[in-house]
């Protein structure tokens, strides 16, 4: 499998690396991707995620059950 952004497909780039007297030299610039939870309709999977994708909410990330029931406690009022 390629690594490639799974929502927008960006892969990796080419370039020169330049030194002081000029010269050219190939380098890859890779895509800073990220193993991501995704929430996908009622299950969740890990997905390949370029950071641009989560930054602008492309992508709806999954919460956990653990986490869910620490917010509802937390919300809940207290009953004495």
Do not use: W, Y
């Amino acid at each position: 499998m390629a690594r490639a952004c799974s929502i927008c497909g960006k892969t990796q780039q080419t370039g020169n690396n330049v030194s002081h007297a000029n010269n050219k030299t190939k380098r890859v610039f890779k895509a800073n991707l990220q193993s991501v939870r995704v929430a996908d309709g009622g299950s969740t999977k890990k997905a390949l995620v370029c950071t641009r994708c989560i930054r602008t909410g492309r992508v709806q990330k999954a919460v956990s059950a653990k986490v869910t029931k620490a917010v509802s406690e937390k919300a809940a009022p207290k009953t004495v």
